[in-house]
């Protein structure tokens, strides 16, 4: 990421963190837009039997070696932001503000924010004035849903209290994203 990012005229700073990538592209006047993506392999074993299968392995937080697979997205969710942000170094004349492209770890977990955030994240980049994720879902190929407001996403804060049928309701929902 970091050498995609360089290319297309990013400053870029790795290591965020841990592995977390921040690049930043000034590009005038103009508010500072945040642009997330999560890069973490999961530790799963890959059993689909296609070419492309991956047989990648980590080391766990125990030491131990583990098969790894990107088996939520993070791979289309990367791929996605390194294409936004190379469109957007491409067309300059066509905005004017900052670009904050996070590619952050181990979000699966909660540690790879907390250790960026750690790591004073808010204190070494701009300030952001919105924040910007994605996710995908099993949707037909060729259709974008878009809407205002929040859309497959979670809350900046918990909610005070959540009754056992909803508690139920998401965490029965949480595989499909």
Same mark, same amino acid.
Do not use: K
């Given at each position: 990421?970091?050498?995609?990012?360089?290319?297309?005229? %990013?400053?870029?700073?790795? @290591?965020?963190?841990?592995?977390?990538?921040?690049?930043?592209?000034?590009?005038?006047?103009? *508010?500072?837009?945040?642009?997330?993506?999560?890069?973490?392999?999961? *530790?799963?074993?890959?059993?689909?039997?296609?070419? %492309?299968?991956?047989?990648?392995?980590?080391?766990?937080?125990?030491?131990?070696?583990?098969?790894?697979?990107?088996? #939520?997205?993070? +791979?289309?969710?990367?791929?996605?932001?390194?294409?936004?942000?190379?469109?957007?170094?491409?067309?300059?004349?066509?905005? $004017?503000?900052?670009?904050?492209?996070?590619?952050?770890?181990?979000?699966?977990?909660?540690?790879?924010?907390?250790?960026?955030?750690?790591?004073?994240?808010?204190?070494?980049? *701009?300030?952001? +004035?919105?924040?910007?994720?994605?996710?995908?879902?099993?949707?037909? $190929?060729?259709?974008? %849903?878009?809407? *205002?407001?929040?859309?497959?996403?979670?809350?900046?804060?918990?909610?005070?209290? #959540? $009754? $056992?049928?909803?508690?139920?309701?998401?965490?029965?929902?949480?595989?499909? @994203?």
């Amino acid at each position: 990421m970091a050498g995609r990012l360089a290319a297309a005229g %990013y400053a870029v700073t790795t @290591g965020v963190g841990g592995t977390g990538v921040v690049g930043v592209l000034d590009n005038g006047a103009g *508010p500072t837009v945040l642009l997330r993506a999560d890069m973490d392999a999961l *530790p799963v074993r890959e059993v689909e039997r296609v070419p %492309y299968r991956g047989t990648a392995t980590a080391t766990d937080p125990d030491g131990a070696t583990v098969p790894v697979m990107h088996a #939520c997205g993070h +791979d289309t969710h990367v791929t996605a932001l390194v294409g936004a942000v190379e469109q957007l170094a491409a067309t300059r004349s066509a905005w $004017s503000g900052r670009v904050l492209a996070v590619f952050q770890p181990a979000e699966e977990i909660g540690a790879g924010a907390r250790a960026m955030l750690a790591d004073g994240f808010l204190d070494r980049f *701009p300030r952001f +004035d919105v924040a910007l994720g994605q996710h995908i879902t099993s949707a037909p $190929s060729g259709h974008l %849903y878009a809407r *205002p407001g929040v859309f497959m996403a979670a809350a900046d804060r918990p909610p005070r209290r #959540c $009754s $056992s049928r909803a508690g139920a309701w998401l965490a029965a929902a949480d595989h499909r @994203g």
